[in-house]
């Protein structure tokens, strides 16, 4: 199967087909000049082959490249730029059960949800289209006489795209089809755990873009490589944008680098997500919710629901009925159509769901249940885990903690201002949810004073956003908004002009100069 896959994107390997190429664009892939990375597959540890990560002076040329691009993409209309961002949307369609086969593959997603992921990068497709022809700029009444300001929005220049493993095609497709309408190159750094998703995307823009001769060729570059290359990306003062999604000491590190330089990011970084349960909810749908949320993905979206807050008065209905959903999950083989719970990424992901279940017990938490490993034969390769429910009181370190694993911190509260405050009480701020029927609760989670975060959801769970809406979140987040709303904002350079049509040169601010 894993051959199939490979051989159906037509991923480029080299002559004895089991080494993939560290850098490609249009009409190159080239071995990486740096160490090589071997490849397997987190459903059972089998071999997906090797990819040579590339070496600095590879990454130099990369920027380069992508330079020379911006100079040609950026004279090319914005309308037409869309028509290669709608060509790539019907490649997308028509590759979505290939492209959602390698996700599951490369990054144990089961498939449903990896199918969901590709049409996250249609639907940012259909959207970037439309925003083609609506890249607007306001025009503002000037001060003075005969005299006329307005805004224009034009290309940034090269962006640089560093993803993470768990969303291997979404994350980078809401920054690629963006700036792509936009007219800005990408140099495009995906995580060392999901290279092949990124050599099948690039392989889909190349065949794309055969048909559209007029277009530079390293309008999309891959570079496979460790944080390193993200460094080298950062510090680049020929890349004005870095949009990294990752963890916050990740992030930390590409946003320090990139200021240091005056550089512009955009940072999509821990999430820690919580739902408050309130007494007035409809207990059958935040059920639903929260499994969704919680286990979904195996607990490793930015988005996954981390901490439930529950009122006191309905939690010792809710937490036996959510335990016993959690001990009938199928959790195996992502490409099994009954699969709710694939794998974990890799061996380290188990150790720090082991490490966290530890520390929350020594801290007063109880685990009500899951947190083993799933000891089934023909599971042995991979990393599998029942998902745990840890039943803690709000004040415990470890819930300040974003752990990319299915644990879920249950606490109760008694009054929603509380409630609130343990919601918005973590130095991240991403994702958040209420379930209730009372108006002045959903409204006051809502308001100035309620959630902090920038997704705040009323009667759903904290993920699965649609791409319409601006994505990302304030504090440790980051503060950046990826794919939706007015995010394109983001990507472009906005120039203000005041334009004099008249035979004076009044001064501003009534200044009379000589
Ligand atoms: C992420 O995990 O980095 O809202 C992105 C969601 C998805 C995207 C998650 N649309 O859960």
Known sequence: MKNRIIEQLGIALDSDNSRF????????????????????????????????????????SVIEAANNAFRELRNIPAPRRGELVRQLGNAFRQKKQQLGELISLECGKILQESLGEVQEVIDICDFAVGLSRQLHGLTIASERPEHRMMEQWHPLGPVAVISAFNFPMAVWSWNTMISIVCGNPLVWKPSEKAPLCALACQKIISDTLAEFEEFPEAISQVVIGDGEV?????????????????????????????????GRSLLELGGNNAMIVASSADIELALRAIVFSAVGTCGQRCTSLRRLIVHESIIDNLLPRLADSYRSLPIGNPFDSITLVGPLIDQQAYRQMQQSIGLAREQGGTLVCGGNRVEKAELSGGWYVEPAIVSIDHNAPIVQQETFAPILYVMRYREIEQAIAIQNGVPQGLSSAIFTTNLRESELFLSSVGSDCGLANVNIGTSGAEIGGAFGGEKATGGGRESGSDAWKNYMRRATNTINYGHQIPLAQGINFG
Do not use: C, F, W
Not at 251 to 262: H, I, P, Q
């Open 21 to 60: 190429p560290g850098l490609a664009r249009r009409g190159l892939a080239e071995v990486g000049q740096g160490a090589a990375l071997s490849l397997h597959s987190p459903i059972d540890g089998g071999r997906l082959g090797t990819v040579n990560q590339v070496s600095t002076g590879q990454v130099s």
């Open 230 to 262: 993200g460094q080298q990306l950062a510090a680049s003062p020929d890349i004005p944008l870095v949009s990294a999604t990752g963890s916050v000491p990740m992030g930390r590190k590409v946003a320090t680098t990139v200021a240091a330089r005056l």
